[in-house]
Each structure stands twice: as structure tokens, then as C-alpha cells.
């Protein structure tokens, strides 16, 4: 018998919807399966993972029987999520939400709610509950107990530190199709979970008959098994609770110009991906979502990059949340403090430093893609440029009148003598490369954005600094990448000293203020960029993986934030028909939720990657915005003329 794991058809990224209640992510199928959740923090073991593999990895699928999806949708500005189902004798609608931080009633608890109610006729509605702790690595005991003092019954599920109570209408264990269920449990068969001893649960499951007007929920909340049982949500007060605070969170974002609901929905996602209790913003609620279907280019994103989190901050302050983007801030300088030689690029949720990277054997992968991996090795890589990402930010908060107190701009005079120690160092780059360390242009020319920003701050408001050395190294910098990041010949900046390839990442430079977006090197950068980078289809690769740079097997689809970027340069610079173009193109990647996976792959018309990924809901604002301000007339103004 093989060891590998069977493989499964998997669900189209496009057809899953996120949840979320600022704790953690689950991901939902058109088709009514949760194929992942991680509980209680996006970071955690997964309890469903067959998203990475298999119904037998975890899920659980609620659907009327015989029934088909007619529709779904979020209810307005919330990431409530509402499935219409349609069968020969009725319609039902499933609503599927998290309470955002628990309950006001049950803030501690982390609780994922499932109501069914029959809209018309009557309708059978069907589970297939696969509770599998730890990435599948272990099977739950499972037993009923008594949740309240009026006799209401749950199943409470065990293993090891974790568990999980459901409460609502009973479900069952569900026999294998060999098995007889008249027949009692063998000696080498486990007991039903409704006896007292309980089970080892492999599949519960239940159907229900429901007649118009009529609505059953159930609630899935994890506890730590040591602690006593949690007492179960009010569904209808959840609810209400869920819809208000996504719906004041959003209230002051107007929807009534053209993209402005798809740039909610974005900021929306941004939120959703964000720890509620400190701050931390993942990447993407998933791992392991490949680059290329088949390949081995999976990486686990449930952590907070400092690039990310940083860009969170500066869109954030665009549309004037600027008090999440103080929480942001908060977050960075807690993660951040301490020696400076020691800043990394990736910190867990709360600032954990210690991201070890491993595989998981047992699982068959997305589309067949392994390894599947959770943790990562790109923790302890030197990137050049996130210091500057993270200086920029902080001065959009000060520049929108957030002041700096004496702990978070000591941290960032702190994040300044990092990169003066650190100012010769060859990097890995944006794209966190697994390659020989490089001097990639994009790093120096943050790591100038990052002294011109220290400059800013002591000449523009007031703080202290030794600004003159600061403009010394800054200026130092200036030439230097002039000299040896500028082809003359090829009228080019490049990816690296040592090459003359391009990087996507060069489309950045002129965000930096390091040179204009109409600047003649910078047209002629994105010329090689359009011709190397930018397929048939229209969509732009990070770089070319033919070059060998990046150290790792096989290729990866066009990245969407990438084009994205385009999309700015091309507002920026003058090309607005083009740069409008091209949004309506990239609208159009978004799944009916609104929601953007890491990449796109033309030919087969999928997303791909980690999802929904946060760098490109970034991407989409920062286009959307570049668009209308071009097409309002409105100039672009850059702090530096080389």
C-alpha cells in the first residue's frame, strides 16, 4: 500500500469565501464546505484542512440535498456570508459568520456560526462534519455532554489541548458504506459519541427537514480542553453583533463612485486579516496555496511582514482610518523593539521571532502541489528594503497628524542605525529569494527612502536626529545606484548590481520619492519591464525565474499586485486610458466577492497562490486611487529631482 496521500480534485480558489472574526479565517465553498480553519489564531493548527488535501483532512459541508447555489454575497460591508440554495420542493439560505472578537457576551471564545432557514416550500439540508486537529494529525474523541441545566445536549470534541463543542440539532456518526448502522459497535469498532464513553470521531453528519419560515442553527467554538465548557453563542445576538461591527467599522467609506464598493471590500479584507488584539496583519489566511499548480513554490503567509504591515499603514491613512493604522503602527513598534541588529523581516501575530519552517508529508497538497509547508524559512533573511517601507508609513501617520511620542521615534532612529549596520549587506530582496544574496536596487533605494524619511521628520516636524549624517549616507546612496542600478546603454534600472535584468519591484521606486514616475529612466524601466516581464495576456511577473537568481525549481503565474503597480505607474505618468484599461482587466480577477488571490494564471483563467492575499488587495486600492486621481485632474508631486 503507497504512503502517498490520495489525491482529490480541488476547489477553484474563486469559489471559496473568507470569514473572519479578526482572530482567524476560515474559507468557505460555493458549495457550502469549510475547507479550512485554523483555530483560535490564523496561525494555529488547522481543525479542516481539506483545502490542502481531502474531505478526509478536515472540513465541514452544509447543503440542501439535491440542491443547487443560485447566489451568495456578503451582507453589505460585513463578511457575513449569505448562500442561496434552490431544490425541486424549495429555497433555503445558509448564513455562515464569526462573531468579530466573541460575542459581547462571550468575548473570549472563538465561535463559528451555521443558520439554515427555509425560504420557500420545503427543504432537506445535509452535514458532513470532519473535525481533524493539528493539520490532520489527530482524530478527536467525541461524546456528548450536557451544556446547560435544562438538559440541552452538545458534542465536545477532544484532543490533547484543543477542543470543540457544537451545539445545535444532534448530529451522528456516519457509517462507512460496509457497515450496517443497525448493528452495534464490534469490539474493534469505537462507540457512538452519544453513548457516555464517547468515540474516536471520524465523520458526524445529520439531515433536516425545514418548512417554510423555518431555521435551525448550529455553533462550532473552540476551547482549550483543560478549561471548562464554554457556553455556546446566542446565533440571532451574534449575528447582530457581527453585522454591526462590520458595518460601523465601514460606515464613513462612501460606495457610490465607480470601484468605490470594490475598494470597501478591499479595505474590508485588510481588516479581516488583521489580529484583533494586537494588531498583527497576515499576509493570507492559508498556507501552502501554490505558485504554480503542481509545484513546489508553497509557502506558508499566516504571519505579519513588516513590508506588509507597513503598506497596510499607508492605505489605511489614504482613506482615513488613521486609528487602525495607530494600531498598525503599535504593532510594528512593539515588534521591532529591542536590539537593532536584530530587526527581521516577518514576526508571528503577537511578535514571536521563532517561525520554523517544516513539511507535512501526510497531506497530498492543492492540485498536487508539495510539499505542503507551515512555518517560514524566510524568517531569518536580510531584506534591505523594509526599513524603508516601515519609515514611509510612519511618516504618512505623522503627515496626517498622528504624533510621534519619545518610544516610537526612538524605534525608528533605532530602525535607521539598523540600516547603517547593515548599509554594504547583500540581501534576499522583496520577493524573499532562496538564491545567493544580492545588492538588488529596489532594497537600496528603500534603504534611501528610509534616511530621506529620518531627514523629513527632524526638518519638517521638529524631531531630533543626526540629520547630517543621515543625508550623507542618503546622498551616498543616490550615487551609488545611479552607478551601479542604472544602465545607461539599456536606459534601465536593474534588478541587482551585478545583472541586467528587470524586477517588478522597480515599478516601486518612484513611491519612494527617489525618482519621478515621468522621469525618461523610469519610462525606460518600465519599457524593459513591458517587454521581459509582461506576457501576451497583459499581466506582470515579479522577474525572470529563468535567470536562476531566486535558487528555487519551476516557474510561478504573473503576481496581481505587480500589475497592479503598473496600473500606478501608468496613472502617474500619463498613460491614463492605459492605466484604466488595465484596472478593468484586473477588476475582473476578483472572484463575485470581491476577494484576490496571490496571482492569476491566464491560460487556465484561476487564481493561484495564497488567499485572499492581502499585498493585493493593497495593490488594487493603490491602482483605484492613482486612477481617479488622474482622472480628476490631480497632480502627482515628487520630493526628489536626481
Not at 535558487?551 to 502617474?572: H, K, M, N, S
Request: proline share 6%; glycine share 10%.
Amino acid at each position: 500500500m503507497s504512503d502517498e496521500p490520495a489525491r482529490h480534485p480541488s476547489t477553484p480558489l474563486e469559489d471559496y469565501a473568507l470569514l473572519s472574526d479578526l482572530h482567524t479565517g476560515p474559507l468557505v465553498s460555493r458549495e457550502g464546505s469549510i475547507d479550512w480553519l485554523c483555530f483560535p489564531r490564523f496561525d494555529s493548527p488547522s481543525v479542516f484542512a481539506a483545502l490542502l488535501g481531502g474531505p478526509e483532512d478536515g472540513r465541514w459541508r452544509l447543503c440542501a440535498v439535491d440542491g443547487e447555489v443560485v447566489s451568495r454575497r456578503y451582507l453589505p460591508r460585513t463578511f457575513v456570508l449569505e448562500t442561496t440554495w434552490r431544490t425541486p420542493t424549495g429555497t433555503a439560505v445558509v448564513t455562515d459568520f464569526l462573531p468579530p472578537g466573541g460575542s459581547e457576551d462571550y468575548p473570549d471564545q472563538a465561535d463559528l456560526v451555521r443558520r439554515v432557514e427555509c425560504t420557500s416550500g420545503t427543504v432537506e439540508v445535509e452535514h458532513d462534519l470532519r473535525i481533524r486537529f493539528d493539520y490532520n494529525r489527530t482524530l478527536p474523541w467525541t461524546r456528548r455532554v450536557e451544556v446547560d441545566g435544562d438538559g440541552t445536549c452538545g458534542l465536545l470534541s477532544i484532543a490533547g489541548p484543543a477542543a470543540l463543542l457544537l451545539t445545535g440539532p444532534m448530529l451522528h456518526p456516519q457509517e462507512a458504506p460496509h457497515e450496517d448502522p443497525a448493528q452495534d459497535a464490534g469490539p474493534d469498532q469505537p462507540g457512538r459519541p452519544d453513548d457516555d464513553a464517547g468515540a474516536v470521531s471520524d465523520r458526524l453528519g445529520g439531515c433536516f427537514g425545514l418548512s417554510s419560515g423555518e431555521s435551525l442553527d448550529w455553533v462550532l467554538t473552540w476551547h482549550e480542553s483543560h478549561h471548562e465548557l464554554p457556553e455556546p453563542v446566542d446565533p440571532a445576538r451574534a449575528l447582530d453583533h457581527a453585522v454591526s461591527f462590520w458595518t460601523e467599522w465601514s460606515s464613513h467609506v462612501s460606495t457610490h463612485r465607480r470601484h468605490e464598493q470594490a475598494v470597501l471590500r478591499s479595505l474590508l479584507v485588510l481588516r479581516a486579516l488583521t489580529h484583533r488584539g494586537t494588531g498583527g496583519i497576515v499576509a493570507a489566511p492559508t498556507t501552502s496555496l501554490p505558485e504554480e499548480f503542481g509545484g513546489t513554490r508553497n509557502w506558508d503567509y499566516r504571519y505579519t511582514w513588516l513590508r506588509d504591515a507597513a503598506l497596510t499603514i499607508e492605505v489605511m491613512v489614504a482613506h482615513d482610518f488613521t486609528d487602525g493604522a495607530l494600531h498598525w503602527r503599535n504593532w510594528l513598534l512593539r515588534a521591532v523593539a529591542g536590539d537593532p541588529d536584530q530587526v527581521q523581516i516577518m514576526y508571528g501575530l503577537a511578535g514571536e521571532r521563532w517561525l520554523p519552517e517544516s513539511e507535512l508529508g501526510h497531506l497530498a497538497g492543492y492540485e498536487g502541489s508539495t510539499p505542503v509547508r507551515v512555518g517560514n524559512g524566510a524568517v531569518g533573511q536580510y531584506q534591505a528594503d523594509v526599513v524603508g517601507e516601515v519609515m514611509l508609513a510612519l511618516a504618512a501617520l505623522r503627515d496626517a497628524g498622528i504624533e510621534e511620542d519619545e518610544f516610537s521615534w526612538g524605534l525608528q532612529k533605532n530602525l535607521l542605525r539598523f540600516c547603517e549596520h547593515n548599509y554594504d549587506r547583500p540581501g534576499h530582496g522583496i520577493w524573499e529569494m532562496r538564491g545567493k544574496p544580492a545588492l538588488f536596487v529596489h532594497g537600496r533605494a528603500m534603504m534611501w527612502a528610509a534616511f530621506d524619511q529620518g531627514i523629513r521628520a527632524v526638518e519638517e516636524h521638529g524631531l531630533t536626529g543626526p540629520v547630517e549624517r543621515w543625508r550623507r549616507l542618503r546622498d551616498r546612496l543616490c550615487a551609488e545606484i545611479m552607478e551601479h542600478g542604472f544602465d545607461e546603454q539599456l536606459n534601465t534600472f536593474t534588478q541587482t548590481y551585478d545583472n541586467t535584468e528587470v524586477d517588478a519591484s522597480l515599478l516601486q521606486l518612484p513611491h519612494t520619492g527617489f525618482v519621478a514616475y515621468d522621469d525618461p529612466r523610469m519610462l525606460g524601466t518600465v519599457a524593459r519591464i513591458e517587454r521581459d516581464l509582461r506576457g501576451a495576456h497583459g499581466l506582470v511577473h515579479r522577474y525572470r525565474t529563468a535567470s536562476g537568481l531566486d535558487g528555487l525549481e519551476g516557474d510561478e503565474y504573473p503576481f496581481l499586485i505587480c500589475t497592479f503597480w503598473l496600473v500606478e505607474q501608468y496613472a502617474r505618468s500619463g498613460r491614463v486610458d492605459d492605466a484604466g484599461e488595465l484596472l478593468e482587466q484586473l477588476t475582473g480577477y476578483a472572484n463575485d466577492l470581491g476577494l484576490y488571490a496571490e496571482e492569476f494564471d491566464p491560460d487556465s483563467g484561476r487564481l493561484a497562490g495564497n488567499f485572499p492575499q492581502a499585498f493585493s488587495h493593497l495593490g488594487f486600492i493603490r491602482a483605484v486611487d492613482a486612477v481617479v486621481r488622474a482622472r480628476a485632474g490631480e497632480s502627482f508631486e515628487d520630493r526628489l529631482e536626481l
